[in-house]
């Protein structure tokens, strides 16, 4: 597929990856496994790339889960160097072309430069209004739950209010997503099919699109034919064929 066969009018406005398959890629070529993390690194660029040339507002991208806090020292160590010196150069002209960058996740248990990096860059894109890159990084999608029922009880605490206010939309505002639309497609590489802790609220209604590839080799054509397996979809959202296609 090329991108000329996407129907332009329905792009998913968000798209979500789990970029899963470094290590097995490092297996494949008889390589370390940070290697196959550097490899992951640039398909992440590509990835980034391709969103903006096919008109995507938000791309999430699960780089480290809460989990992943749990690999071996080294191996931690070594993404989270990844992490700052890509993050440092890949962004200079990613900035400069408009992209803003957010992340999602438990900040406070990077390491201090990798905090500071991504602050910093965070801090210098807040302004752009192009592609927004949301990078989930010590991320779980139940402690994100959890911690926005925390943030509803502090509220709570400080001022009580009527409980029967809340709705899944001001649930939702207590997410690190509240000002992000949810996720129209997820993408998981590597033929694994499960969520891994990704986004467990947002990805409700989302479709969902897995494949084989390992990530370090997912490339622009293959994020064209999920979008365009997507836009061959029907989204139902309970309602019957019949409905969706007399609203046509
Ligand atoms: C995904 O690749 C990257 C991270 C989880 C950080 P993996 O490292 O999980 O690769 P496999 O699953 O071992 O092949
Ligand atoms: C999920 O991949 C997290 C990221 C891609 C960052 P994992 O490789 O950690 O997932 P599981 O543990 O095999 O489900
Ligand atoms: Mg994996």
């Keep these: 597929m090329l991108k000329e066969d996407l129907d332009q009018n329905n792009i998913p406005k968000h798209v979500a990856v789990i970029m899963d398959?470094?290590?097995?890629?490092a297996e494949k070529?008889?390589?370390?496994?940070?290697?196959?993390?550097a490899q992951g690194a640039k398909a992440a660029r590509q990835a980034v790339e391709t969103a903006h040339k096919l008109?995507?507002?938000?791309i999430t991208l699960y780089?480290?889960?809460?989990?992943?806090?749990?690999?071996?020292?080294?191996?931690?160590?070594g993404l989270m160097s990844l992490l700052t010196s890509s993050i440092?150069?890949?962004?200079k002209d990613l900035i400069e072309n408009n992209v803003r960058l957010l992340t999602i996740g438990d900040n406070t248990l990077l390491p201090e430069n990798v905090r500071q990096e991504i602050e910093a860059v965070v801090k210098e894109s807040e302004k752009n209004t192009g592609l927004t890159v949301i990078i989930a990084l010590s991320y779980s999608g139940r402690y994100e739950i959890v911690q926005a029922t925390k943030n509803l009880l502090k509220k709570y605490a400080e001022k009580?209010?009527?409980?029967?206010?809340?709705d899944e939309k001001t649930f939702a505002e207590n997410l690190y997503t509240a000002q992000i639309p949810d996720p129209e497609l997820l993408i998981r590489t590597s033929g694994e099919?499960?969520?891994?802790?990704?986004?467990?609220?947002?990805?409700s209604y989302s479709e969902l699109y897995f494949t084989e590839k390992l990530w370090p080799d997912f490339s622009e054509e293959d994020f064209i034919?999920?979008?365009?397996?997507?836009?061959?979809?029907?989204r139902r959202f309970g309602k019957t064929s019949r409905q969706i296609n007399e609203k046509k």
């Design 29 to 37: 070529h008889g390589k370390q496994r940070l290697e196959g993390h």
């Design 55 to 58: 008109g995507i507002q938000y």
């Design 88 to 91: 440092a150069c890949q962004f």
């Design 63 to 77: 780089a480290f889960s809460m989990e992943n806090w749990n690999r071996p020292e080294s191996e931690v160590s």
């Design 160 to 166: 009580p209010f009527d409980i029967s206010q809340i």
């Design 21 to 25: 398959g470094n290590g097995r890629w």
């Design 225 to 234: 034919n999920a979008v365009y397996d997507y836009q061959h979809r029907e």
């Design 193 to 203: 099919f499960r969520i891994s802790n990704f986004l467990l609220w947002q990805i």
